[in-house]
């Protein structure tokens, strides 16, 4: 008798984690909603994150936050820098050429 009361609870509690899981889920991760106004993702992202997590994220490498699905990047300044560098160069050359 105790054992199918037991079952009974085991199957309505398991059924219930599985049915409220999703709702759970998206409500903690509001901020990848696309249709949400961006001022509320942003707010939602920066309440999920922890303060070593946002400082990882001033850098210009960030080993990712796998607890929220974001990945980790890398971003060359090298290749940026250079790359403003040699607009600005034809900038100024077609400055001149229009001389």
Not at 24 to 47: G, T
Request: hydrophobic content about 40%.
């Amino acid at each position: 008798m105790f054992c199918k009361i037991l079952e009974r609870f085991t199957f309505v509690g398991l059924m219930f984690l599985f049915t409220i899981h999703p709702v759970i889920s998206h409500a903690q991760q509001l901020f990848r909603d696309e249709n949400a106004p961006q001022h509320e993702r942003i707010m939602d992202l920066m309440n999920q994150l922890t303060v070593e997590e946002k400082i990882s994220l001033l850098i210009a490498s960030s080993p990712g936050i796998p607890r929220l699905n974001i990945d980790k990047y890398y971003k060359e300044y090298k290749i940026e820098k250079a790359r403003r560098i040699a607009q600005d160069k034809k900038d100024m050359e077609d400055a001149v050429r229009k001389k």
